[in-house]
Nanobody, 124 residues
Framework: VQLQASGGGLVQAGGSLRLSCVVN????????MSWFREAPGKEREFVSG????????SYADSVKGRFTISRDNAKNAVYLQMNSLKPEDTAVYLC??????????????????WGQGTLVTVSS
C-alpha cells in the first residue's frame, strides 16, 4: 500500500495551498481518509477526515471554516484545500487510511496506512 502526498510549499499568511494524496494498493473507495499534521516539537494531530462514501467530513476546530477535504474515488485521491493559512498551520501534513468501512477516527493510533508527508510552511 502506498500513499503519496504532494502539494506542500512555502506560502505567506493568508494564502492558500491544495494538498493531494494518491493511494495505491487498496480499494480506495472502501476507506475513510484523513489528514494529520505534525509540527516541530508537537504531537501528530488530526486535521480533517472524510468518510468512505465522501460524506460526513470532519475538521479540527483550529481549521474549521478554512480547510476543505474532498475525495475523488475514480482517481484514488483525497485532497485538502487550505485557505487563509496562518503561521501556526506550519507542519508536515500526512494523509492516512484506517480500516475499510469504518468511521473517521481522530487518533493516529487507529490508522494503519500513512503517506510520507508534505511540508507546509506559512510565513508571517
Amino acid at each position: 500500500v502506498q500513499l503519496q502526498a504532494s502539494g506542500g510549499g512555502l506560502v505567506q499568511a493568508g494564502g492558500s495551498l491544495r494538498l493531494s494524496c494518491v493511494v495505491n494498493g487498496l480499494t480506495f473507495s472502501n476507506y475513510p481518509m484523513s489528514w494529520f499534521r505534525e509540527a516541530p516539537g508537537k504531537e501528530r494531530e488530526f486535521v480533517s477526515g472524510i468518510g468512505w462514501t465522501g460524506s460526513a467530513p470532519s475538521y479540527a476546530d483550529s481549521v474549521k471554516g478554512r480547510f476543505t477535504i474532498s475525495r475523488d474515488n475514480a482517481k484514488n485521491a483525497v485532497y485538502l484545500q487550505m485557505n487563509s493559512l496562518k503561521p501556526e498551520d506550519t507542519a508536515v501534513y500526512l494523509c492516512a487510511a484506517a480500516q475499510a468501512f469504518e468511521p473517521v477516527f481522530t487518533f493516529p493510533s487507529n490508522y494503519r496506512y500513512w503517506g510520507q508527508g508534505t511540508l507546509v510552511t506559512v510565513s508571517s
